[in-house]
């Protein structure tokens, strides 16, 4: 199993305002290589600024300078050589996973010091930021989703998304663990495609699959698999392979959020492939093929269960109870890789973990677990911390939380 561990209409494009940090080429463009040199470390103004700095910005926003425009809406450009964010060189492509999705660390404390950093500018308005992502179009796609689910990791639920051709954007559902999503849809369309075209396919929905032979034709199937359902999905999944081209991906992205069916009502959007699965509520499963786990054998699929959690501060603890439980089968695909090693396995992963006053998991540690195996441990506590909240009536809360896991 890897180790990652796990809308509402087209958006206007927010641009960096005049005195934001320089922007990088365009990794759409033919000359994406051509990034500036990788500057020294630490070189964004943006993190970490003084108290000085933030009373001068809080004065030029008094005087109606949009001052923080670049720190909402940041230029992410995953080029052909180099990750780069408002002009600040990160880290080099060739460090981006390329077989799973994996978090980028990078992207996303850089990213969250901006949303940070904009919050102290002005902390009585709500932060809605919107980042500018441009892909180099045969970027891998598990390198550049990598990159897009570390950028709403940060605080970024929405995007607008480049890649060669494709232009779409989109509302994530913010992803939590190796292979699940904060929330568990409802229903979702999932577009995939093979060498005999495209499919069409409903997850926890009653509905008629569809084929469809160019992508030109999503519009149409999607439309009419959708007549007589409205809603018709929350979420549209776009399934890939790790190692195909993100260009491709962004296509198919495209044509599934622009099509007439979802007019008034987009859905948010997601990725499936290695790595990353969206969590989706009775989603369909074939009883004569059980799931398979990464080395094609059958998952066991063990029993988990939700103890009693300790809370501390000012967030109910059914709040805390329901984000958890709609996630316990990502717990549950922690514990099977642990079921891999021993069919008995069991017993008690207890996460101690603090929620920031936006709802975001800020630091998190195994709490005290019994149960004999440190990657399932490590894989649960992990999970634990990329669980989406809501914010806290105030400050921040202290949980912990136990989960009790017995085998099949």
């Known amino acids: ?7 509402s209409g087209m958006l206007a494009l927010l641009a960096p305002a ?45 005087g109606g300078e949009d001052v923080g425009a670049h720190l909402r809406a940041p230029r992410v450009v995953v080029s052909a050589d180099q990750v780069v964010v408002n002009g600040h060189t990160l880290l080099a492509r060739a460090a981006l996973p390329t077989s799973s999705v994996d978090r ?45 689910v570390s950028v709403a990791q940060s605080g970024f639920g929405r995007a607008t998304v480049r890649s ?10 913010v992803a939590v663990t190796p292979l699940a999503l904060p929330e568990a849809v409802g229903s979702a369309l999932q577009l995939a495609s093979d060498s005999s075209g495209y499919h069409l396919i409903f997850e926890g929905l009653n509905g008629t699959d569809r084929d469809v032979p160019t992508l030109g034709g999503v519009d149409a199937a999607a439309t009419a698999m959708c007549a007589a ?40 959007l997601d990725f499936e ?9 009775a989603r369909r499963i074939d009883a004569a093929a059980p799931p398979a786990n990464i080395d094609g054998g059958a998952m066991l699929k063990g029993r988990v269960r939700a103890g009693l959690a300790t809370v501390t501060g000012q967030l109910a603890a059914d709040a805390i109870d329901r984000v958890v439980r709609s996630n316990l089968d990502a717990f549950r695909l922690c514990y099977a890789e642990g079921l891999r090693d021993n069919r008995d396995l069991q017993g008690r992963v207890t996460a101690k973990f603090v929620i920031d006053a936006n709802g ?32 806290p009536q105030a400050g921040t809360v202290t949980v912990s939380y136990p989960l009790i896991f017995n085998p099949p």
């Open 164 to 173: 060669g051709k494709a232009h779409f954007a989109a509302r994530w559902n």
């Open 360 to 391: 975001v998991v800020a630091m998190m540690a195994d709490g005290g677990s019994d149960l004999p195996h440190a990657g399932v441990v490590e894989c649960v506590v992990q999970a634990f911390g990329r669980l989406s909240f809501p914010p």
């Open 273 to 281: 492939l290695p790595g990353h699965t969206p969590a989706i509520a």
């Open 18 to 62: 005049a005195g934001a940090c320089t922007r990088a080429t365009g990794a759409g463009d033919a000359d994406a290589a051509a990034v500036s040199p990788t500057p020294a470390k630490n070189d964004d103004p943006d993190v970490n600024p003084s108290r000085e700095v933030l009373l001068q910005e809080q004065k030029r926003m008094q």
């Open 1 to 7: 199993m890897p180790r990652w561990l796990t809308a």
């Open 104 to 148: 980028v660390e990078a992207v996303r404390s850089r990213l969250r010091a901006y949303r940070e950093h904009w919050l102290q500018i002005d902390p009585g308005q709500t932060f809605d930021g919107v980042a500018d992502v441009d892909v180099y179009p045969s970027i891998s796609a598990a390198s550049a989703v990598s990159v897009l």
């Open 229 to 268: 359902i409205t809603p018709c999905v929350d979420m549209v999944v776009v399934a890939t392979n790790a190692d195909g081209a993100f260009e491709d991906v962004a296509m198919e992205a495209a044509a599934l959020l622009a099509s007439s069916a979802f007019v008034g009502d987009t859905p948010k």
